[in-house]
Each structure stands twice: as structure tokens, then as C-alpha cells.
């Protein structure tokens, strides 16, 4: 071996060249006379509500409870009251009842549920489906609440948009967003990112993201749901509510590769469909998708994603420079000759998902503000962008994405509203169909 493994410490990053927003859990200074609720948050009993009572949003609130001491759970919110009863069990079951203060009352159910659970707390949990998150983050911001939400942010570009407006508003009020991309939080990732900027493996020339497993859940349908019922029990499945595992799980790797190379991608081409995954209960979305995204600066990362039972399994980020090579799950960057000059030390490090609770509330706190919502937005699009080009077959431009008119998901408000996608009378739906299904 040429060169010896070593430790490498960096004292600083280096800006990116491109977008200035990609900066990790970016803080804004607030100045303390701002007006702004942060200037009434220190010391006082901080309130949240939780809206979309999944697992997620049930794990969620365990870690916003526990980031602080001073922080009371006084509401919660869900489509369906069943939710919100197993979720509170399990949180209870998870930190026992202290800070925890949802009377009977304070849960909401409906579709409109949200509105009261926000109006009640200072801070806010946003773990729903995705479909409903650019109106759930817009009238949380309008009432001058702080949020953490989940990714994705939105299910096509119309929901995009919103979040991207809703941001600059954010921003103005000097309110705190974290996104739930918890690898900006995870420290073998904020090393490794810290080494690539200061030049370690050179100029990013192309790379490799994955997100590949076996799939996740299948709720099937139950004699008398009606269709909207359905489709909301069985949410992974529907594009409107979901966006396919392209946007809701590969966002992670996608998110990392935007990263790492400091921009987002100025194209997308690719190919994917239903080779297994194909019954009734699994909708309308593809079992794989493999994207090729390129960049500006002519770095092009090969994506790819898929469910399906018995294939290889990997979930992870590598990435090769003019000078050498990181693989992220490893924690190793190698030299052009492949020899491991740097690996990462094998140590437990703080729990992200905590992490990013944990800087939410020391932000308010402290009157700093984090807004993560712009990288959020545009990975979500980066994201969306890769299914357009699966499901068309045609190669998409970034601000054609951006600027899709395409939208799939709603404001649905009352059960009596129709879901946007219903079956033929076989009680199929229209799959996309790359060559036949085209960009709008």
C-alpha cells in the first residue's frame, strides 16, 4: 500500500460553488429584537402538536419530547381517530406520560383536523402522507409556528412551488423548519462531506446512489371502504398521496448526491415499470426506476431503487472524484488506485434522528433560526424530476420539472371528496407507461 490509512480533521468547509442553501441544517442569524416568536421562546413551556399519527410521526414526537425539558405534547392530529389512539399508546409505551397533555378533546380527526391541532401548539410535527404536506406546511407557517416535517415535501411540482413560496415566508418570520433528510444531521456524513470540500477525492466527476430492499407494506382492501378510504389506508401506493418509493425513500440517497456535489441537476433520464410488484392493492407506482441525473457542472450520478423481493439489497451513496473515490456506507475514501486512504472510525455517534429534534429546539431556544426547506423542496423536485423521466421515457429538464402543471394531489378536505385516480371496473389503475405517458 502506497499511502498509509489516515485521520484527517478539517477546521472548515468550503462555501459551495453553486447553492449556498445545500449547506447542512443552514442557520440564519436572528437578531434578538426581531419579531418573531422565537424572542418569547426562551424559558417558556414550548407546545406541539402532531399531525399524521403513522410510525414515523409517532417516532417523531418521542424524539421532539425528549430534545427538551420544557416541551408539553398537547394535541394531535390524523384522518382517521385510530390512528391518533395507537399513536399516543405508543409513545406512552415509549417515554411513559410525562410532558404529554392531549386530552380527549385535542384530538382531531378529518381532513381538517390539522388546522386545530397547529392553532394550538408553537411547534409542529408534519408527518403525514406527503400528498398533504404543502398545505399543512403553509397554514403552519401562516399561523407563525415552528416545524419539523418529513420528506418528502410534496408529490409533484404544483406542491413544490407552494413549499418553495412558503419558505421565503418562513424565512421573513425568522421560524424554524427542519426537514427530516436526517443525513445533514449524521456525523459520519457531515465528515465525509467536510473532506470531499476541502478536495480529498478532487472535482466529483459521477457517482452511484441506491436505495434497493425487498419493499414495504401492503394494506389491502376491506369490504365497505369506500374508495377514498382505500386509497388513504394504502397511501405507499397512490401517486398523489405518495409520489413512488423513487420520491419517498430514494429522496435520502438523491438528497445525498445534491450534497455532495453542491448543485442540483440540470437533467434526468431514465427507465423503470412493474415487474413484480403488480397487483391490485399496489396501485399505480413502479417496483424500479433507474435514473441517470446530470449535472452542471457535467458530473452525471446513476440512480437507482427498486422493490422487489430477492435481489441484492443496498441502500447508500459513492461517489468518484479526479483524485479518488468515497463510498459513504463504508466510510472509506480510497485513492485512484484504490487504495483506502481514509476510514471512517467505528464508534456509536448520536442518533440523527434525534439530532435533528435536537438542534430544532437549541434553535428556538437560542433565537437562531434553521430553514432547511428550500434544499428540501428542490430534492423533493430532483426526485419528482426522476420519475417523470421513468414513467415517460423522455429525458426532462430540471426547470421543466419545476415548472410542470401536473398536479396530482388535491386539497382534499371532507371524506365525501373523490380521490384524484379510481380503478377501471377490474379494479386496476392506469399504470404509466414510458414511450405512451408524457411529460405535462
Known amino acids: 500500500m502506497k499511502n498509509k490509512i489516515k485521520n484527517l480533521h478539517y477546521g472548515s468547509r468550503r462555501s459551495f460553488v453553486k447553492k449556498s442553501t445545500l449547506a447542512s441544517a443552514a442557520l440564519i442569524s436572528a437578531p434578538m429584537f426581531a419579531e418573531s416568536i422565537v424572542n418569547t421562546s426562551v424559558g417558556k413551556k414550548l407546545k406541539i402538536a402532531l399531525v399524521g399519527c403513522g410510525g414515523r410521526g409517532s417516532g417523531a414526537a418521542v424524539q421532539a419530547l425528549r430534545a427538551d425539558d420544557n416541551v408539553e405534547l398537547v394535541a394531535m392530529a390524523d384522518a382517521f381517530r385510530d390512528r391518533i389512539d395507537k399513536s399516543l399508546k405508543a409513545i406512552q409505551e415509549e417515554i411513559g406520560t410525562k410532558n404529554i397533555n392531549v386530552k380527549e378533546k385535542n384530538k382531531f380527526a378529518g381532513f381538517n383536523a390539522y388546522k386545530k391541532a397547529i392553532d394550538m401548539a408553537d411547534v409542529i410535527i408534519l408527518t403525514t402522507p406527503p400528498g398533504f404536506r404543502p398545505y399543512h406546511f403553509q397554514y403552519a407557517i401562516s399561523q407563525d409556528k415552528h416545524v419539523f416535517m418529513e420528506k418528502p415535501l410534496a408529490t409533484d411540482s404544483v406542491g413544490v412551488r407552494k413549499v418553495l413560496k412558503t419558505a421565503k415566508l418562513a424565512k421573513e418570520k425568522k421560524l424554524n423548519v427542519v426537514v427530516g433528510l436526517q443525513r445533514h444531521y449524521e456525523t459520519k456524513y457531515i465528515e465525509l462531506k467536510k473532506m470531499v470540500d476541502n478536495g480529498e477525492i478532487g472535482k466529483i466527476r459521477g457517482g452511484q446512489v441506491y436505495w434497493n430492499g425487498a419493499g414495504v407494506w401492503v394494506n389491502k382492501r376491506k369490504a365497505n371502504q369506500s374508495e377514498l378510504e382505500y386509497q388513504m389506508r394504502n397511501w405507499y401506493y397512490f401517486n398523489w398521496l405518495c409520489g413512488d418509493h423513487i420520491l419517498e425513500q430514494h429522496i435520502h440517497n438523491i438528497d445525498v448526491a445534491n450534497w455532495f456535489i453542491g448543485d442540483y441537476p440540470i437533467s434526468a433520464q431514465g427507465m423503470g415499470g412493474r415487474q413484480v410488484r403488480n397487483g391490485k392493492d399496489h396501485g399505480e407506482i413502479f417496483d424500479h426506476h433507474f ?103 423522455e429525458k426532462i429538464s430540471f426547470n421543466q420539472a419545476l415548472n410542470s402543471k401536473l398536479q396530482l394531489a388535491p386539497e382534499i378536505i371532507s371524506w365525501d371528496n373523490t380521490p384524484p385516480v379510481k380503478p377501471d371496473k377490474n379494479g386496476n389503475y392506469l399504470i404509466p407507461t414510458p414511450g405512451k405517458t408524457k411529460f405535462i
Do not use: W
Open 291 to 393: 435514473v441517470e441525473f446530470t449535472y452542471s457542472n457535467g458530473a452525471v450520478i446513476s440512480s437507482q431503487c427498486r422493490h422487489i423481493p430477492g435481489c441484492m439489497s443496498r441502500i447508500d451513496e459513492v461517489f468518484q472524484g479526479s483524485k479518488g473515490a468515497v463510498e459513504i456506507g463504508k466510510g472509506i475514501i480510497t485513492n485512484l488506485e484504490g487504495e483506502a486512504i481514509y476510514r471512517y472510525p467505528r464508534r456509536k455517534d448520536p442518533n440523527p434522528y434525534q439530532v435533528e429534534h435536537d438542534r430544532l429546539f437549541a434553535s428556538i431556544r437560542n433565537g437562531d433560526v434553521i430553514s432547511d426547506t428550500e434544499n428540501g423542496a428542490k430534492s423533493t423536485l430532483t426526485a419528482i424530476l426522476g420519475r417523470m423521466a421513468t414513467y415517460t421515457g
